[in-house]
């Protein structure tokens, strides 16, 4: 061809990405609409934000709703959460076009300086969900007891190959009649070896089991 | 028999040395009349329409020139018509403006109003110097308000308007607005409205933001100082409310 | 014998691949206006809609049409003071805030995918003199030209963008019958190829239009206030 050519294996990383070493850890955060999603992003700002810096990105399918949450609570300051408009498709955003998050990101890093850890939270959508890996790093997928015990044995990819699951609202289980042991044995059914954490987020503390597994990830990113 | 007019008229404003502004030219041409109707500071001129028009034909210029640290206020004493021709061909208007540093303009002329079957195309082209001052004020109706009431339909506008300050681009933009112009009446562009118009303030404090409820915009342009207030209204007068802060 | 030779280095299905929505370029996220109409109820139904497209086509898409073809043309250069001029022009082409910002995203969006996809310096200095996004048109033409494409096909592309996002989002906004608004986009295809030819001429005579739709720009500026929106434009 006439065109100075450059060859797919030296496309430098960068074109979709920023380098590796050169930025935060990325965390995303999915999970069906009421699950807990942005009260587990609050919680977690919150158990966090003394030791690391931080930042959210939210993907509302209200674009600004769950951003707004986070800033009514104060869990962050105002220049540390930005909102991506999805366009009514959540999971696209996520998914298959990551490019307004990646770009929500970068922008995030670049004017706030080197950050420790970006939560991406997903709009509320489906069990089929889960984040590109070109966006995030790690990904927790958010399910509570009240959506039924029978969620973890349908599966889908955001039960069965998220990095961890969180099983929210664990204070409800005897209100709705929902079996945690039988979601426990279905979640290691589905899951193999990856982790699954039973939370109630509105007990002092309730989300130390994801912070801490936040905390790991974060190790093993600084050691890498 | 009509025939087509051709016109060339030109301002040219510099200081007095008095404080004022001097208009050492001041030339009409065919339909356009040019008055000066005060003095001061600022000077003031008003355009008369001598004859009815522009026609389909007609090929109308006007050229302003303001020299540095002169100011210059221009009106028109009534709206513009422009009617159709005999043969179908449109008339043409063209306004050439330059100003240059620390001088002023403020064209405020009456509406443009397209009668039924007419075709005009205007051009305007501004050019500023770093640090000039403008207000630019255009005002375009579609239709005269015997032509709606018997259910004809408006003539055609066809709009440029482009705007260089200190040499860069600042505002390019054309409209095509009446029967012809694809989809000129829908959601994207007229939307039922038949007056649409703007005001561009450069260097002088922008126009308040409109009031929400009507559809109107102030909208920060990419030069240094430069906001264009946009609106449409369902007729003149409602327009000139809009665009008169 | 029928002529089975493809396009020279697969320009066809580069075209299509570009064309396409899955394409990760950040359209799917914008409305073209089409929000803001949908909410001023200036579209209720297919005819509002296909009202809405043509006018649309024939203003902002044949503008970016030509911005694009003439920076397809542009990117041949390797001095980058053409495609800046082009870049300032779509600035004064674009008087909305709004819709700069919008543009200049987008730009910035396709830049990222164009640059993964068809690695070229011409992508790479667009990159390091717009850090903050070139215009839209303007990375689409450099983006086509890195790809091998003509400027006709980098002003198809622009004019096939500026009626495809808001009739998939009034899709999804209104629940407008699909296959009515596909029905609506074919009936579309003569003006399409009408505004591309139009968009290609001016672009190769360097007299850029400067098409625009008074409506478009005041619901662009409405929407950017809008607390509650689905869509970024």
Redesign the interface.
């Known amino acids: ?1 006439h ?4 060859g ?1 294996d ?3 990383a960068r ?2 990405y920023t380098p590796p070493s050169a930025r935060a850890l990325r965390i995303g955060l999915g999970g069906p609409v009421g699950s807990g999603k942005t009260a587990t992003v609050a919680a977690l700002c919150r158990a966090l934000r003394t030791e690391l810096s931080l930042a959210v990105v939210t993907n509302d ?5 769950d951003a ?1 949450f986070l800033l009514r609570n104060a869990v962050l300051p105002p220049e540390r959460i930005t909102a ?6 959540p999971h ?2 996520i998914r ?5 998050n ?2 929500a990101v970068e922008d995030l890093e670049a004017s706030l300086g080197p950050l420790d850890l970006i939560l991406v939270e997903s709009g509320g959508d489906n069990l089929t969900a889960t984040f590109s890996r070109g966006l995030v790093d790690h990904q927790i997928f958010v399910i509570d007891v009240s959506g039924g015990d029978k969620i973890p044995r349908k599966g889908g990819p955001g039960v069965s190959a998220s990095d961890l699951l969180v099983v929210n609202k664990t204070d409800l289980a005897p209100l709705v009649g929902a079996d945690l042991t039988v979601m426990a044995r279905d979640a290691r059914h589905q899951r193999g070896d990856l982790p699954t954490v039973f939370t109630s987020l509105a007990a002092p503390g309730g989300v130390a089991p994801v912070a801490d597994w936040v905390r790991a990830r974060l190790d093993a990113w600084r050691r890498r | 028999m009509s025939t087509a007019v051709v016109a060339d008229a030109r301002i040219t404003a510099r200081p007095d040395g008095r404080g004022g502004t001097a208009l050492p030219v001041l030339a009409g041409g065919g339909p356009i009349a040019l008055r000066r109707t005060r003095g001061g500071a600022t000077a003031r001129v008003t355009v008369i329409g001598a004859m009815a028009g522009p026609l389909g034909g007609d090929r109308l210029a006007l050229r302003i020139d303001v020299r540095p640290g002169a100011a210059l206020h221009v009106g028109s004493a009534a709206a513009t018509i422009s009617l159709p021709g005999r043969d179908g061909r449109p008339a043409r208007w063209d306004l050439d403006f330059t100003v240059a540093e620390d001088a002023e303009l403020h064209w405020l002329p009456e509406p443009v109003v397209a009668a039924t079957g007419s075709r005009l195309l205007t051009r305007t082209r501004i050019t500023l110097a770093a640090g000039a001052r403008l207000h630019y004020r255009e005002e375009q109706v579609l239709g005269r308000h015997h032509d709606l009431a018997r259910g004809a339909p408006p003539g055609r506008l066809t709009s440029r308007l482009t705007v260089r300050q200190a040499g860069r681009p600042i505002l390019d933009q054309q409209t095509d607005l009446g029967p012809g112009a694809p989809a000129w009446d829908g959601p994207a562009s007229l939307g039922g409205h038949r007056a649409a118009g703007h005001l561009l303030t450069v260097g002088h404090p922008a126009p308040p933001v409109p009031p929400p409820g009507h559809d109107a915009a102030l909208l920060t342009l990419p030069g240094t100082d430069a906001t264009l207030l946009t609106a449409l209204a369902p007729d003149a007068l409602r327009l000139r409310r809009l665009l008169t802060p | 014998m029928p002529d089975r030779t493809p396009a020279p ?1 697969g320009a066809t299905a580069v075209l299509l691949l570009l064309a396409d929505g ?10 073209g206006g089409a929000e803001a109409a949908v909410r001023a109820g200036r579209i209720r139904d297919q005819d509002d809609l296909a009202a809405f497209l043509t006018g649309r086509l024939h203003t902002t898409g044949l503008t970016a049409a030509a911005l694009a073809a003439a920076a397809t043309a542009a990117a041949t250069d390797p001095d980058p003071d053409r495609l800046d001029d082009l870049d300032r022009a779509a600035d004064a082409r674009t008087p909305s805030p709004a819709l700069r910002a919008t543009s200049r ?1 987008l730009g ?2 396709l830049l ?2 164009a ?2 996809a068809w ?3 011409a992508l790479d200095r667009l990159a390091d003199r717009h850090p903050r996004g070139a215009h839209h048109p303007v990375v689409l033409g450099t983006t086509a030209h ?1 790809a ?1 494409l003509t400027p006709a096909q980098a002003a198809s592309l622009a004019a096939y963008e500026s009626v495809n996002g808001p009739a998939t ?1 009034c899709v ?2 209104l629940g407008l019958d699909p296959y009515r608004v596909a029905a609506v986009l074919a009936r579309l295809a003569p003006e399409l190829d009408a505004v591309t030819a139009e968009a290609v001429r001016a672009a190769e005579q360097g007299d850029l239009p400067a098409a625009s739709a008074p409506l478009l720009d005041i619901l662009a500026e409405q929407h950017s206030t809008w ?6 434009s």
């Open positions: 061809m065109r100075d050519h450059i797919l030296q496309a430098p074109h979709t399918i209200y674009t600004t709703e707004e991506v408009e999805t366009g009514c498709c696209t955003a298959d076009d990551i490019s307004a990646l770009e | 280095g899955r394409f990760p370029a950040g359209g799917h996220a914008h409305s995203r910035r969006q990222r995918a640059r993964a690695p070229h310096p890195a091998g989002a999804r906004l607390k509650v929106r689905l869509f970024a």
